[in-house]
Nanobody, 125 residues
């Protein structure tokens, strides 16, 4: 079992940047494929980005590719999501998630074993 806790969300203006963090504890962080998901009010939870265990490969969904960057620091047991050029439609609760291996482009929430509680990101004028 691994416990996950997101932080770094907030209210920001369009065009600005924000970095989310996900702190892991309880198990060896480097054993897990990690991902970010997001969920807007009334919408399904959607995949944002995934990263391999050692952080050598990443995958971003089309809507954020070129703007967002997933990364990890295994020495700090922390996952990051750097968000640039934020848009109003990026507004959502952002969740980090973990699974024991498999494809990093797996967008099915049911594939992920562990979840954080989420952090709210609101992009507004």
């Amino acid at each position: 079992q691994v416990q996950l806790a997101e932080s770094g969300g907030g209210l920001v203006q369009p065009g600005t940047s924000l970095r989310l963090s996900c702190a892991a504890s309880g198990r060896t962080f480097s054993d897990y494929v990690m991902a970010w998901f997001r969920q807007a009010p009334g919408k399904e939870r959607k995949f944002v980005a995934g990263i391999t265990e050692a952080g050598l490969h990443v995958h971003h969904t089309d809507s954020v590719r070129g703007r967002f960057d997933i990364s990890r620091d295994n020495a700090k047991n922390t996952l990051y999501l750097e968000m640039n050029s934020l848009r109003i439609e990026d507004t959502a609760v952002y969740f980090c998630a973990a699974k024991s291996g498999g494809p990093i482009w797996d967008s099915d929430p049911e594939s992920y074993n562990y979840w954080g509680q989420g952090t709210q990101v609101t992009v507004s004028t």
